[in-house]
């Protein structure tokens, strides 16, 4: 069995270095060293190196052996490939979750929409990045399904990028009103409503990248 510190310090590495080019800090094109990545995270080789097979297994980097590690373009096909499969979860948790959510489900989402507007009028796109990933987070953990969040996870990095390249004000505007709708189709348990307006949150995303 993997002793308990190993495993905390490669998800630390992973999600350092997934974030910082989500965020564009490490650049499309980016050279990344393993050595230069360790020094600057604090950490050993080993887990940085562990990571960055990892992100290329997502996409969000690419090797070739004895060569390089560069953070990988961002590419409109692969990107509209993710939100299909992204939009099905989300489809799916909805479907699954409508009807029997608790009060404090609601609150929640009603929350996260709330400080998602707050970020778009300020236009910081982490802050409604975040908010975003909450307010649709309370369906993807209400369905209980764990194979349907942990695709969300595996590919949710990949359309992030392109979200914060094509961040605007008036389409962060058009978003908190569709997600008004959401969690009013969720009050009333209108099942196939919620199922619609998912859809059409995430499919807006990939019909950006056409």
């Not at 058009?174 to 499919?203: F, K, M, N, P």
Request: proline share 3%; hydrophobic share 45%.
């Amino acid at each position: 069995m993997e002793r308990v510190q190993r495993r905390l310090l490669r998800e630390t590495a992973y999600e350092s270095i997934r974030d910082a080019v989500v965020r564009g800090e490490l650049a499309p094109g980016t050279v990344v060293s393993t050595a230069e990545l360790a020094d600057l995270l604090g950490l050993s080789r080993a887990p940085v190196r562990d990571a960055l097979a990892r992100l290329a297994g997502e996409g969000l980097v690419e090797t070739k052996p004895q060569s390089y590690t560069r953070v990988t373009e961002v590419l409109p096909d692969e990107v509209r490939d993710a939100a299909a499969v992204v939009r099905s979860m989300h489809e799916l948790a909805a479907s699954l979750t409508v009807g029997h959510l608790e009060p404090a489900d609601v609150t929640a989402m009603r929350d996260a929409n709330f400080r998602f507007k707050k970020a778009g009028r300020f236009g910081d796109i982490d802050a409604a990045m975040a908010a975003d990933d909450d307010l649709h987070g309370v369906l993807v953990r209400a369905s209980g399904n764990r194979a349907l969040a942990a695709t969300i996870e595996r590919y949710t990095p990949l359309i992030r990028r392109l979200e914060r390249l094509q961040f605007a004000q008036d389409q962060a505007r058009r978003s908190v009103e569709r997600h008004d709708d959401l969690i009013a189709a969720c009050v009333a348990g209108d099942v196939s409503e919620a199922t619609r307006l998912t859809s059409l949150i995430w499919r807006s995303l990939e019909e950006r990248t056409t």
